[in-house]
């Protein structure tokens, strides 16, 4: 079945006070694939947060930001869109930023909800069944839909990638997004292999959309939103593509032992 991208995201506004926008914006992909984003006016982040559902499972990947004010209703959202399945929830993270894991505590308790740890490699390992980390990979059985779970250290050294086999949907969290990726120089050789890692899999594997935590780019090739901006009209689609793994491995590959900035068409390698 294919996906449909055909969705218009929520992105800030000019006067926040005056917007009539959800806190929470969701649009289904498929019947059981989900992608749920944060408003602007809550949090500049504005990450995006996966739900995917099988059979016998839902997996959630990242809980969100801080809102700046009022409750960020993360734990509804995903009992609404899941109402009457039957089924078990894993709550993930990309990676243990501040900014992807804010609404854990509402899934803390939940009935049949397990949420992952989200700051030990050994944990994070355990916890999936991680055949070793950074070079491993765990599966992950929603009930006819499998997921693959592979390490992307390098952006935050606890950092994911999950792979749906059914979909072919590429979830890259920060490491890969429209946007400004973000790498510190210390961290710098991790990143390059988790790119290189990303890029065998795409080769490997029938990836057909790549898609992040947040939307940075504008729709004019090169050109980034300033940082911290409220408002993003005219902002880059969400979905990018094999091609842009291809590409992140690249650039990677053709800077030495130092990341320098790179500004391409669709994301800004940005060294920090
Ligand atoms: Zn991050």
Known sequence: MALNFNV??????????????????????DPDTFVLRES?????????????????RAFLLDTGARPESGPLPVRETVTRLLSGRNLDHVAGHSHSHGDHLFADEQFRGRPRTR???????????????????????????????????????????????????????????????????????????????????????????PVAHVLGAHIEMTKTPKVAFPLGTRFQPNEHVLQLGKQHVIELNQVCESLGPTPVRTVRDDFILTPQ
């Not at 602007?40 to 016998?56: D, R």
């Not at 992952?116 to 069944?129: E, Q």
Request: charged content about 15%.
């Open 8 to 29: 218009q995201w929520i992105h800030g506004a000019a006067n926040c006070a005056a917007s009539t926008d959800p806190r929470i914006q969701t649009h289904a992909l």
């Open 40 to 56: 602007k006016c809550l949090s500049f982040e504005a990450p995006f947060l996966y739900l995917l559902a099988g059979s016998q």
């Open 115 to 205: 949420v992952a740890p989200v700051d030990s490699p050994a944990a994070i390992r355990a916890f999936y069944g991680l055949s070793g980390w950074p070079d491993g990979s765990a599966s992950l059985d929603l009930g006819g839909r499998k997921l693959t779970i592979f390490p992307i250290p390098g952006h935050e050294p606890h950092h994911i990638a999950v792979f749906d086999q059914r979909t072919g949907i590429l979830l890259t969290g920060d490491v890969l997004y429209p946007g400004m990726l973000t790498v510190r120089t210390a961290d710098w050789g991790e990143y390059k292999k988790s790119a290189k890692r990303l890029a065998d899999f795409a080769n490997a594997n």
